[in-house]
């Protein structure tokens, strides 16, 4: 068996994994730490309950209390291979912007895809979390249903700092399916969805280029065609009639070849 160690404020944490776990083999993962600059107040209290292996990911289950209530909070995780500079980025589950305080909370942390499967060495983690505050607020974005490709929607906000240069992403899901770079904090934004864009459901994630832990997301919305796909096809459909019945004549009398015109007929004198 090889041992993992994971060390909070409090408790020693102790975890077991198969000999024949080639990933996890090499990798050591300690000092486990829920950051003392969390600004968790005497209102608040974060509880690691258990991690565990899964698959080759970390698991992480925690317990967010607080007394006051619709609060909600920004968590992320850090690891030591940057001295705990950049959150982690595979991974998943109650972590990120807007997480609400409950118990039974997971984070799940996909190691392998994020160091590599090559990775020998030890990691050590850190989640920090904080009151969740965003650094722009919309305005009545929640009235933008549906957006039409290539066509300019104006984006309105407030709040800020005048100097912040953001990056706005469009996701389906999971998956980052364009990006609107270097969007200055004006107060408004004409957005236009490329047309290579597929129709779907998506959501923005609009960030500070230079902090990245201020965030906020969008609700979903709906992405559809400029012109619907119909309206494309029925003028070429009536191109097809007009042609047809043009080059059908009628009567079903067949129209006579080009030619030189025939020498008139007169009566003998």
């Given at each position: 068996m090889f041992k993992l160690r994971f060390l909070d404020t409090k408790k020693d944490y102790i975890c077991y994994v198969p000999e024949s776990h080639s990933f996890m083999q090499k990798l050591l993962l300690t000092s486990l730490v829920?950051?003392?600059?969390?600004n968790l107040l005497a209102a608040q209290e974060f509880t690691i309950n258990r991690l565990e292996l899964s698959e080759g990911k970390v698991v992480i289950?925690?317990?967010?209390?607080?007394?006051?209530?619709?609060?909600s909070y920004t968590i992320n995780t850090y690891a030591s291979l940057d001295n705990f500079v950049t959150p982690l980025q595979k991974i998943t589950g109650d972590v990120g912007t807007e997480v609400k305080p409950g118990l039974g909370r997971k984070i799940t942390w996909d190691a392998p895809a994020e160091l590599g499967p090559s990775f020998v060495g030890k990691v050590s983690l850190e989640i920090?979390?904080?009151?969740?505050?965003?650094?722009?607020k919309l305005d009545r974005f929640e009235d933008y249903k549906t957006f039409k490709r290539g066509k300019p929607y104006t984006i309105a906000w407030n709040g800020g700092r005048s100097s912040t240069i953001m990056n706005w992403d469009l996701y389906r899901g999971e998956e980052k399916v364009a990006t609107f770079p270097n969007v200055a904090n004006s107060g408004n934004y004409d957005l236009v969805v490329p047309t290579t864009v597929k129709p779907g459901t998506y959501r923005l994630k609009i960030a500070d280029s230079k902090n990245k832990d201020e965030v906020i997301y969008t609700n979903n919305f709906k992405v559809?065609?400029?012109?619907?796909l119909l309206a494309k096809v029925i003028p070429i459909i009536?191109?097809?009639?007009?042609?047809?019945?043009?080059?059908?004549?009628?009567?079903?009398?067949?129209?006579?070849?080009?030619?030189?015109?025939?020498?008139?007929?007169?009566?003998?004198?």
């Amino acid at each position: 068996m090889f041992k993992l160690r994971f060390l909070d404020t409090k408790k020693d944490y102790i975890c077991y994994v198969p000999e024949s776990h080639s990933f996890m083999q090499k990798l050591l993962l300690t000092s486990l730490v829920v950051c003392a600059s969390c600004n968790l107040l005497a209102a608040q209290e974060f509880t690691i309950n258990r991690l565990e292996l899964s698959e080759g990911k970390v698991v992480i289950h925690y317990d967010l209390r607080d007394t006051v209530a619709g609060r909600s909070y920004t968590i992320n995780t850090y690891a030591s291979l940057d001295n705990f500079v950049t959150p982690l980025q595979k991974i998943t589950g109650d972590v990120g912007t807007e997480v609400k305080p409950g118990l039974g909370r997971k984070i799940t942390w996909d190691a392998p895809a994020e160091l590599g499967p090559s990775f020998v060495g030890k990691v050590s983690l850190e989640i920090r979390g904080r009151v969740f505050v965003p650094f722009i607020k919309l305005d009545r974005f929640e009235d933008y249903k549906t957006f039409k490709r290539g066509k300019p929607y104006t984006i309105a906000w407030n709040g800020g700092r005048s100097s912040t240069i953001m990056n706005w992403d469009l996701y389906r899901g999971e998956e980052k399916v364009a990006t609107f770079p270097n969007v200055a904090n004006s107060g408004n934004y004409d957005l236009v969805v490329p047309t290579t864009v597929k129709p779907g459901t998506y959501r923005l994630k609009i960030a500070d280029s230079k902090n990245k832990d201020e965030v906020i997301y969008t609700n979903n919305f709906k992405v559809k065609r400029k012109f619907p796909l119909l309206a494309k096809v029925i003028p070429i459909i009536g191109l097809g009639i007009l042609v047809s019945t043009l080059a059908g004549g009628g009567g079903g009398e067949v129209a006579p070849e080009d030619g030189p015109l025939p020498t008139p007929q007169f009566p003998p004198n």
